[in-house]
């Protein structure tokens, strides 16, 4: 039995290490399958990895030629442009500043003046840079654009002028001419001088200033220049001047009318007002504004003042020439048409102007409208009224909409 015993013990060891080979062969099997799919995505993820390195790298040497840097204390932020003409704010070097050396204070003067400015940047218009303090608000910036004059007037409130010199503001370009700040009760005031008209378009974002300087005709698709005139276009048909005790309401009736009118353009409409800054411009201003701007179209401004107790709206129109596309005979009817409906009162029919009228020497469609008539005391009421002169605004706006779509 011993040896029986014996023999069956040898057997089953036998048997199980052959079940024990078997399961280490699979083993090894498995763990070499498992080190060789570790193998694979290690791999792979070093291979994504330098790609991904590779267009980072492309990118940000792609990107250097495209920047424009404001010192602003510490790091410097940059203005990385985008083709579709967005302006990016990120953090970066002044090694990868464009513009050389910025505006800077001439010593004894409240003047910045330009100095070695690198023209070759890849920004899609002419440019201004400014920094301002970290606690400045929406509310506390005011841009105004002098287009009669060829200036931009920059207000900060709260700004220093101690700010202005450790953060000077940088340009590209030619278009500004020059810089000069005057600083008031806690704010500062910058008077940019350009080289023409010019439209602007500003981005503010994490405290920097970004103003960019636009020719007319790119910035909005529709052009029109109105114009007050204060003086009677025929002293026969129109009358004298008012009596000294009603000049500044009829000037300001005229005022008030093409500065509303003005105030009613949209971002493809854009009025222009002749009369800007409060004062008459001369002939040579007027005919640079419609040049420069390419307005489409002129509208004069006027009042009768006549003791016959005549009222409602007139037009004028220079018969001399006609216009391919819009003649001047339509375009005056267009704007009194939509006059009468804004106002709700009568028209008279259009009429030729005079050899002498400013209408025979401009080369647009054109037409000086009149308002009504301040001999005519009702009306005159009317015109003196605030509402009554946004609805002469809104009948202006209106017929340029229409004669555009």
Same mark, same amino acid.
């Given at each position: 039995?011993?040896?029986?015993?014996?023999?069956?013990a040898?057997?089953?060891r036998?048997?199980?290490?052959?079940?024990?080979?078997?399961k280490i062969?699979?083993?090894r099997?498995?763990n070499?399958?498992s080190?060789a799919m570790?193998?694979l995505?290690?791999?792979t993820f070093?291979?994504?990895?330098v790609?991904?390195?590779?267009?980072v790298?492309?990118?940000?040497?792609?990107g250097i030629?495209?920047?424009?840097v404001l010192?602003t204390?510490g790091?410097d932020?940059?203005?990385?442009h985008? #083709?579709?003409?967005?302006?990016?704010?990120?953090?970066?070097?002044?090694?990868?500043?464009?513009l050389?050396?910025?505006l800077?204070?001439?010593?004894?003067t409240?003047t910045l003046?330009?100095?070695?400015f690198?023209?070759?940047l890849?920004a899609?218009? #002419?440019a201004?840079?400014?920094?301002?303090?970290?606690?400045?608000r929406?509310?506390n910036v005011?841009i105004?654009?002098?287009y009669m004059d060829?200036?931009?007037?920059?207000?900060?409130?709260?700004?220093?002028?101690?700010?202005?010199?450790a953060?000077p503001p940088e340009r590209k370009?030619s278009?500004?001419?020059d810089a000069?700040?005057?600083?008031?009760d806690?704010a500062?005031?910058l008077k940019?001088?350009?080289s023409d008209?010019?439209e602007?378009k500003?981005i503010?974002k994490?405290?920097i200033?970004?103003?960019?300087?636009l020719?007319?005709?790119?910035?909005?698709?529709h052009?029109?220049?109105?114009?007050?005139?204060?003086e009677?276009? #025929?002293?026969a048909?129109?009358?004298?001047?008012?009596?000294p $005790?009603?000049?500044?309401?009829?000037?300001e009736?005229?005022t008030?009318?093409?500065?509303?009118a $003005?105030a009613?353009? #949209?971002?493809?409409h854009?009025i222009?007002?002749?009369?800007?800054g409060g004062?008459e411009r001369s002939e040579?201003?007027?005919?640079?504004?419609l040049t420069?701007t390419?307005a489409e179209?002129?509208l004069?401004l006027?009042?009768?003042?006549?003791?016959d107790?005549?009222?409602g709206?007139?037009?004028?129109y220079?018969?001399?020439?006609?216009?391919?596309?819009?003649g001047?005979a339509?375009f005056?009817?267009?704007?009194?048409?939509?006059?009468?409906?804004?106002?709700?009162t009568?028209a008279g029919?259009?009429?030729?102007?005079?050899?002498?009228?400013?209408?025979?020497r401009?080369?647009?469609p054109?037409?000086?409208?009149t308002?009504?008539?301040?001999?005519?005391e009702n009306?005159?009421?009317?015109?003196?009224?605030d509402?009554?002169?946004a609805m002469?605004?809104?009948?202006v706006?209106g017929?340029?909409?229409e004669?555009t779509e």
């Amino acid at each position: 039995m011993r040896a029986v015993d014996r023999l069956r013990a040898g057997i089953l060891r036998g048997l199980g290490s052959e079940e024990l080979r078997e399961k280490i062969e699979r083993l090894r099997e498995e763990n070499a399958h498992s080190a060789a799919m570790e193998r694979l995505f290690y791999r792979t993820f070093i291979l994504c990895a330098v790609s991904a390195l590779a267009c980072v790298l492309v990118a940000v040497l792609y990107g250097i030629n495209r920047r424009i840097v404001l010192p602003t204390g510490g790091a410097d932020t940059t203005f990385t442009h985008t #083709d579709d003409g967005a302006v990016v704010l990120e953090n970066g070097t002044s090694s990868y500043s464009l513009l050389g050396e910025p505006l800077s204070f001439a010593e004894g003067t409240e003047t910045l003046t330009a100095a070695g400015f690198n023209a070759t940047l890849a920004a899609k218009n #002419d440019a201004f840079c400014l920094a301002l303090p970290e606690n400045t608000r929406a509310e506390n910036v005011h841009i105004e654009n002098h287009y009669m004059d060829a200036q931009i007037f920059v207000t900060i409130d709260g700004m220093e002028r101690s700010f202005l010199q450790a953060h000077p503001p940088e340009r590209k370009g030619s278009v500004l001419l020059d810089a000069v700040y005057t600083a008031e009760d806690r704010a500062l005031c910058l008077k940019l001088q350009l080289s023409d008209i010019y439209e602007i378009k500003s981005i503010w974002k994490k405290n920097i200033l970004y103003i960019e300087f636009l020719p007319p005709a790119e910035a909005y698709a529709h052009r029109m220049v109105v114009q007050p005139l204060y003086e009677p276009e #025929d002293e026969a048909e129109d009358g004298q001047p008012p009596a000294p $005790e009603l000049r500044e309401a009829y000037a300001e009736t005229l005022t008030q009318a093409a500065v509303l009118a $003005e105030a009613r353009g #949209d971002d493809t409409h854009r009025i222009y007002n002749a009369a800007s800054g409060g004062r008459e411009r001369s002939e040579e201003e007027l005919v640079h504004l419609l040049t420069r701007t390419g307005a489409e179209y002129y509208l004069g401004l006027a009042l009768r003042n006549t003791a016959d107790g005549a009222y409602g709206v007139g037009v004028l129109y220079n018969a001399s020439y006609f216009i391919n596309g819009t003649g001047n005979a339509a375009f005056a009817a267009l704007f009194e048409r939509n006059m009468v409906k804004a106002l709700s009162t009568k028209a008279g029919e259009p009429k030729p102007c005079g050899e002498t009228s400013i209408l025979c020497r401009l080369r647009v469609p054109a037409a000086i409208l009149t308002l009504g008539n301040f001999g005519n005391e009702n009306e005159r009421a009317l015109l003196t009224d605030d509402r009554y002169r946004a609805m002469i605004a809104d009948g202006v706006a209106g017929a340029f909409l229409e004669i555009t779509e």
